[in-house]
């Protein structure tokens, strides 16, 4: 219970001090007992000897003594030992000036040094260093100056002798006791030290396993030197030999980072340091063959008393497959939400396209079942095959588009000109087709690497609304087909000089169902279908129009060497 300081401490105090701090309050408990129990002999003694002048030096320093140990109980550890160690200095050097050396009182001098030294220690050092400086203080006070403060007799040599042996064992207990507990303090901060570097040796064994078994790479930055230290396991991430990247920069670590992602994870990192916010950041990252992989870049700063950041370590974690799948799946979820869209404007517009053609040929079969003139039955055939025809294009519309989306490219060389040959036949019998002259500027033997099949939709649905939506007002109806080799791409172009489209439909145009005009009777699904089956050869296409003066298409399409990239991925 002494030992363990028990006696001197409360519970929630004993549970809140170290060891070594414990250790110390046992002492100033123990010195404060001790000088309450030589004050309680001595008055004892000296009452018996009918010396009385001392006694309330003797009361004095047991009333301090036991206020020391009030103030430990109370855990204000600094002020209970000032309190005991002050008023019993004072009374020391008041008797030693009176008895001078003939009773050994100087002999608490030097307890008294070893003593202060060891109950503020090392940590407390000033106050160590001030204690100590006051008991030699005192100590020369009280030989060269006599402080009569009390009248005393003259001594027996039988109590000169008695205080003189009482005063040398406690004084020497008192040293060897402040020596005993300076010992065990080194033991235990010894112990301590062992105890600690083993935990750390252990904790570090336990991360070097960790380490070693994760699949994360890790990093670890020193800012003096801004130089980042990276395991084995990273080096290896980024597909480079252990020791490749030595001496790499905060800056040179940053330039893995793709173009794209480092503002984000530059702006990351300076939140981290300034917010202290957790700095994780998901980046594509440039391994040693310069592909990206996709990387989980996660780490916790170190910082000092002014805020700077001194150290950081991360760890890297590969998540290219995760991220990749992600991407996947976000790309197939915007097809899936497009065809939808696309489905539910197919179910409306389809209703409408289907049924009024039948409507009406259900109309002009009624008509003709109760006519018998021939004329009027031969109108209403005529008519009948009008509608049939619409049917057939819609049809044809939608047989295109699905296919486009389903079938793979097919890449090949293909003569223009014969190519409009085919389109031309198809528009043979088209309404008004007769009244128009078709231009055709580009060399013989005009050619480009495409998909045949999807170039002859695209240009078969430009040409025929170039007839459809004709000028038929004017007396030279044309349409221009212009083509040419740019540098990295063809170049085809249909111009016609007809009724041309108003400024704000320009933006819509391509939209599945748009019809610019009342008097389309079509399904509005030419120009979608271009668009789409555009978009699937890579290539583009732009309009300039304006009403009443004609209309421009202009499709590019990439060349060669990007065809055989898309027939790879097709
Ligand atoms: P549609 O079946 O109505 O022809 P498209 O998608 O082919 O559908 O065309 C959309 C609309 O664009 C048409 O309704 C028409 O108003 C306008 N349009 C297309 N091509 C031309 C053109 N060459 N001249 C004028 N208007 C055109």
Same mark, same amino acid.
């Given at each position: 219970m002494l030992d363990n300081g028990r006696?001197?401490?409360?519970?929630?105090?004993?549970?809140?001090?170290?060891?070594?701090?414990?250790?110390?309050?046992?002492?100033?408990?123990?010195?404060?007992?001790?000088?309450?129990?030589?004050c309680l002999f001595f008055a004892v003694i000296e009452l018996f000897i009918g010396e009385l002048g001392f006694i309330p030096f003797y009361g004095i320093m047991t009333l301090f003594s036991l206020l020391s140990l009030t103030l430990l109980r109370r855990a204000s550890f600094d002020v209970a030992k000032i309190v005991f160690i002050v008023p019993v200095l004072l009374v020391i050097a008041v008797l030693a000036s009176i008895e001078k050396q003939a009773t050994g009182?100087?002999?608490?001098?030097?307890?008294?040094?070893?003593?202060?030294?060891?109950?503020?220690?090392?940590?407390?050092?000033?106050?160590?260093?001030?204690?100590?400086?006051?008991?030699?203080?005192?100590?020369?006070?009280?030989?060269?100056?006599?402080?009569?403060?009390?009248?005393?007799?003259?001594?027996?040599?039988?109590?000169?002798?008695?205080?003189?042996?009482?005063?040398?064992?406690?004084?020497?207990?008192?040293?060897l006791l402040a020596i005993y507990f300076l010992m065990r303090l080194n033991i235990k901060?010894?112990?301590?030290?062992?105890?600690?570097?083993?935990?750390?040796?252990?904790?570090?064994?336990?991360?070097?396993?960790?380490?070693?078994?994760?699949?994360?790479?890790i990093w670890e930055w020193n800012s003096a030197e801004d130089l980042i230290h990276i395991s084995p396991k990273l080096a290896d991430l980024l597909g480079y030999k252990n020791g490749d990247l030595k001496r790499l920069t905060m800056h040179g670590m940053l330039s893995f980072i793709h173009p794209n992602d480092l503002e984000d994870a530059k702006e990351k990192l300076l939140e981290h340091f300034r917010e202290r916010t957790p700095f994780s950041v998901e980046c594509r990252a440039r391994t040693k063959t310069g592909d990206y992989i996709w990387v989980l870049d996660t780490g916790q700063a170190e910082w000092n008393s002014e805020g700077r950041a001194t150290k950081m370590v991360g760890t890297v974690l590969n998540i290219d497959e995760r991220k990749r799948a992600e991407t996947q799946i976000q790309k197939q979820n915007e097809l899936l939400a497009k065809a939808n869209e696309e489905l539910d404007r197919f179910v409306y517009s389809t209703s409408?396209? *289907?049924?009024?053609?039948?409507?009406? /040929?259900?109309?002009?079969?009624?008509?003709? &079942?109760?006519? =018998? $003139?021939? +004329?009027?039955?031969?109108?209403?055939?005529?008519l009948m095959k009008g509608r049939i025809s619409n049917l057939n294009a819609f049809i044809a519309d939608i047989t295109n588009y699905s296919r486009n989306?389903? *079938?793979?490219?097919?890449?090949?060389? /293909?003569?223009?000109?014969?190519?409009?040959? &085919?389109?031309? =036949? $198809?528009? +043979?019998?088209?309404?008004?087709?007769?009244?128009?002259?078709?231009?055709?500027?580009?060399?013989?033997?005009?050619?480009?690497?495409?998909?045949?099949?999807?170039?002859?939709?695209i240009l078969g649905n430009l040409l025929n609304n170039a007839v459809k939506y004709h000028n038929y007002d004017l007396e030279n109806p044309i349409v221009q087909i212009k083509a040419g080799h740019e540098e990295s791409q063809d170049m085809i172009q249909v111009i016609d000089n007809g009724q041309g489209i108003a400024l704000e439909h320009h933006s819509n145009i391509f939209d599945m169902f748009y019809r610019a005009t009342e008097r389309s009777d079509g399904s509005g699904l030419g120009l979608y279908i271009v668009k789409e089956t555009v978009d699937k050869l890579q290539g583009s296409i732009t309009l300039q129009s304006e009403v009443d003066t004609g209309s421009v298409f202009t499709l590019k399409l990439p060349k060669p060497q990007g065809i055989k990239l898309l027939t790879s991925i097709a």
């Open positions: 006696l001197f401490l409360n519970n929630e105090a004993y549970e809140s001090t170290n060891e070594a701090d414990r250790l110390r309050v046992i002492l100033t408990g123990m010195g404060a007992v001790i000088v309450v129990i030589v009182v100087y002999l608490y001098f030097l307890a008294a040094c070893v003593y202060v030294i060891t109950i503020f220690g090392y940590e407390k050092i000033i106050y160590s260093v001030l204690f100590s400086l006051l008991t030699v203080a005192l100590a020369f006070v009280s030989y060269f100056y006599d402080i009569n403060i009390v009248e005393s007799e003259e001594l027996t040599q039988a109590y000169i002798d008695t205080s003189y042996i009482t005063n040398f064992i406690v004084s020497l207990f008192s040293s901060s010894n112990e301590h030290l062992v105890k600690t570097s083993e935990e750390l040796r252990e904790s570090e064994n336990k991360f070097q396993l960790a380490v070693q078994g994760s699949s994360a790479g409408h396209d *289907l049924k009024a053609p039948l409507s009406s /040929v259900q109309g002009l079969i009624a008509i003709a &079942e109760l006519t =018998d $003139d021939k +004329e009027e039955l031969k109108e209403c055939l005529n989306s389903r *079938l793979g490219l097919s890449i090949e060389e /293909v003569d223009l000109k014969s190519l409009l040959d &085919e389109v031309f =036949d $198809d528009l +043979e019998y088209f309404k008004g087709r007769a009244d128009i002259s078709f231009e055709m500027d580009f060399p013989e033997s005009f050619s480009v690497s495409t998909d045949r099949k999807r170039l002859k939709v």
